[in-house]
Nanobody, 123 residues
């Protein structure tokens, strides 16, 4: 499966962005999906994950209550709604896909990765 992330940009602290990840090449609903991010000089970290049929999600504590992961299997698209953005959310955001029935938070669990989209939050 090929993944294309988009929707990043420059936003002021407290603002919102919605990231999208368009999937192609395979049946999107066969894949569990996740969002990760990587800030300069830091390791890639887990943000949020969702199972194949949108009835299971998991978000990391630092974004809980601010970020929401969702998917539209009919449109082959994964989303990350980001509200109340903080400067520490600044990073390149990556979407990822893996075959499986669960919700996965480790980068090593994912076989397919998008190219990343930059999110910059100014304080």
């Amino acid at each position: 499966v090929q993944l294309q992330a988009s929707g990043g940009g420059l936003v002021q602290a407290g603002g919102s962005l919605r990231l999208s990840c368009a999937a192609s090449g395979r049946t999107f609903s066969n894949y569990a999906m996740g969002w990760f991010r990587q800030a300069p000089g830091k390791e890639r970290e887990f943000v949020a994950a969702i199972n194949w049929d949108d009835n299971g999600t998991y978000v990391t504590d630092s974004v809980k209550g601010r970020f929401t992961i969702s998917r539209d299997n009919a449109q082959n698209t994964l989303y990350l709604q980001m509200n109340s953005l903080k400067s520490e959310d600044t990073a390149v955001y990556y979407c990822a896909a893996t075959r499986g029935d669960g919700v996965y938070h480790r980068p090593g669990s994912y076989a397919y990765w998008g190219q990343g989209t930059q999110v910059t939050v100014s304080s």
